[in-house]
Structures are given as structure tokens and as C-alpha cells.
């Protein structure tokens, strides 16, 4: 018998501020790793737009981070730490619409400013923590429902 809280599976991601041409692989990996683990599609779903959007936000606003990936029978953990600009007013972030993505980055179709919203509302636990000039630390975790006890 494992405990609720064993890992059934762990792993960490590099991503690179600044690299749109590889934006999106490790979020791309991370589905394909929930999908071949069996995952309700609604967890693989929620985890992999988490993730996305989480990526996404490390290659436009920080030099560079990790996405550390933790699986158990119970839930889906993600976290998403990088070093970089930070933020100094997290509320304001948290906001619809709000976003300092450059042309550039909207030319390329990001900066709506829905990222960090759809985190919270996507994930069952959310936590943001960021330093100004050093970086910022996204936590989240998707329960996985189970659909019967005791299978
Ligand atoms: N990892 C990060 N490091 C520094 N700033 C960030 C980071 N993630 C988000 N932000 C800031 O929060 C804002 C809102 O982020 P988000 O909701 O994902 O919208 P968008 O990325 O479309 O701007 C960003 O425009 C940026 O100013
Ligand atoms: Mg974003």
C-alpha cells in the first residue's frame, strides 16, 4: 500500500526567457506525459493550460525558470520558478487584461493578459510569491478526483 501523498512520478523542465521559437515544448511534454499516465482528461487539460501559461510568462518576462512537475494518485502538482524581473504588484497582475507584454510579444499573439487569472481559476490551489529583481514562484495543484472509493 502507498500513501495518498507518495510520488508516482517527478520531474523538472528547463525553460529560457526569451525563446519563442520553444515556447510551449514543456508544456506540450507535460500533457504527453499526464496522457500516457492514464490522467482524466479534464486534469490533463487543466494541468497542461497551467503549465502553458506559466511557460509562456517565464520565456516573456524572465531570464530563465524551471517547471517542476509532481504526480500522486491524489493530485497534480506544478510549480513554475524563475529568475528574473519579478513583480512588484502581484494584485494588479492578477487582473483581466492587465499586461506589459511589449509589440512583440502581442505580434506573436500572448500579452492578452489572461494568464495569470486562468491559473487561479483553473487550479484547485494557487499560490504566487515574486521579489522584485530576483523572481518569481507559481504553485499549482489539480486534485484528481477520484470516480470510486476503493479502486
Ligand atoms: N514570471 C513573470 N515574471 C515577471 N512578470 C510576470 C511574470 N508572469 C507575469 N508577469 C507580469 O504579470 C502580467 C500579467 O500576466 P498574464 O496574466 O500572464 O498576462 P500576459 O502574459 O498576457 O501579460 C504580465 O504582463 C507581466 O507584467
Ligand atoms: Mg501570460
Redesign the pocket.
Given at each position: 500500500m502507498s500513501t495518498p501523498e507518495a510520488a508516482l512520478y517527478e520531474n523538472s523542465f528547463f525553460v529560457e526567457g526569451g525563446n519563442f521559437d520553444t515556447a510551449g515544448s514543456v508544456s506540450s511534454q507535460i500533457k504527453a506525459l499526464l496522457k500516457h499516465m492514464r490522467l482524466p482528461n479534464d486534469v490533463v487539460r487543466r494541468a497542461a493550460l497551467v503549465t502553458y501559461?506559466s511557460e509562456?510568462?517565464?520565456v516573456?518576462?524572465?531570464d530563465h525558470?524551471r517547471i517542476y512537475l509532481k504526480v500522486t494518485s491524489d493530485y497534480v502538482m506544478i510549480e513554475?520558478i524563475?529568475k528574473?524581473?519579478?513583480?512588484a504588484d502581484i494584485e494588479l497582475?492578477?487582473q483581466e487584461g492587465?499586461?506589459?507584454?511589449t509589440d512583440k510579444i502581442r505580434e506573436m499573439g500572448?500579452?492578452?493578459?489572461?494568464?495569470?487569472?486562468n491559473i487561479r481559476n483553473f487550479s484547485d490551489f494557487f499560490r504566487i510569491t515574486?521579489d522584485v529583481g530576483k523572481?518569481?514562484h507559481?504553485k499549482m495543484v489539480i486534485k484528481i478526483d477520484k470516480l470510486f472509493d476503493g479502486i
Open positions: 501559461e509562456i510568462n517565464i516573456s518576462y524572465a525558470g513554475a524563475d528574473g524581473q519579478g513583480i497582475a492578477m492587465y499586461s506589459t507584454a500572448f500579452g492578452a493578459g489572461m494568464g495569470l487569472c515574486s523572481g518569481t507559481l
